[in-house]
């Protein structure tokens, strides 16, 4: 079965880039798709982005000028830069894999953008 | 973008009793082409990450209750719990994945009464 696990830093300082990875194990990154979500604080769900098994990406348009979302199949990860952070990117960052929905989800990796 | 959104924000239930959440989004996620309606539902227990519970608006995925069922076409979706369980106790969000931007409602949270 597979499994998604979110790995990164907890702490980021505002301007600074924040990056994540996720690593997926008991099955291949390849042709599936991947999404990163997030949840601020006491909030809802943000789709972020989206790496599609064609090697296309989509990328929600008030985050695409500071993201970058990229697979290496060679590791069965997948990862998100987003630069020049600030205290709104404050959240749970979680990888999601989907066909339609996304039906496997990481348990989340908590980010804190602070000075 | 297509605007999702959700009543009631939160909601008391007793055990036993029926819970109705609703959805409606602000353009209609029916694809005429294959007929299927691009809505998913999700259950979100504190401190987990969302569980995909209903797909293409009705379809349960594998091992969800059947005591859980999904609704509704174009533009209007409900998800109702018939006999709620204290397990039951979490936030519900409705998703649409017909077109990017993905986007979520702000959520039902379900409580006991």
């Known amino acids: 079965q597979v499994q998604l696990q979110e790995s990164g830093p907890g702490l980021v300082k505002p301007s600074e880039t924040l990056s994540l990875t996720c690593t997926v194990s008991?099955?291949?990154?390849?042709?599936?798709?991947w999404s990163w979500i997030r949840q601020p604080p006491g909030r809802g769900l943000e789709w972020i982005g989206s790496?599609?098994?064609?090697?296309?990406?989509s990328y929600s348009s008030s985050l695409k000028s500071r993201l970058t979302i990229s697979a290496d199949p060679s590791k069965s990860q997948f990862s998100l830069r987003l630069s020049s952070v600030t205290a709104a990117d404050t959240a749970m960052y979680y990888c999601?894999?989907?066909?339609?929905?996304?039906?496997?989800w990481g348990q989340g990796t908590r980010v804190t953008v602070s000075s | 973008d297509i605007v999702m959104s959700q009543s009631p924000d939160s909601l008391a239930v007793s055990l036993g009793e029926r819970a109705t959440i609703n959805c409606k989004s602000s353009?209609?996620?029916?694809?005429?082409?294959?007929?299927?309606?691009?809505l998913a539902w999700y259950q979100q227990k504190p401190g987990q990450p969302p569980k995909l519970l209903i797909n293409?608006?009705?379809a349960r995925e594998s091992g969800v209750p059947d005591r859980f069922s999904g609704s509704g076409s174009g533009t209007d979706f409900t998800l109702t719990i018939s006999s709620l369980q204290a397990d039951d106790v979490a936030v519900y969000h409705c998703?649409?994945?017909?077109?990017?931007?993905?986007?979520f409602g702000q959520g039902t949270k379900l409580e006991i009464k």
């Open positions: 293409w608006a009705s």
């Open positions: 353009q209609s996620v029916l694809y005429s082409s294959n007929n299927r309606n691009y």
């Open positions: 008991g099955g291949s990154i390849s042709g599936f798709h």
């Open positions: 999601a894999s989907h066909d339609d929905a996304f039906d496997i």
């Open positions: 998703q649409q994945y017909f077109s990017t931007p993905y986007t």
């Open positions: 790496f599609y098994s064609t090697g296309t990406t």
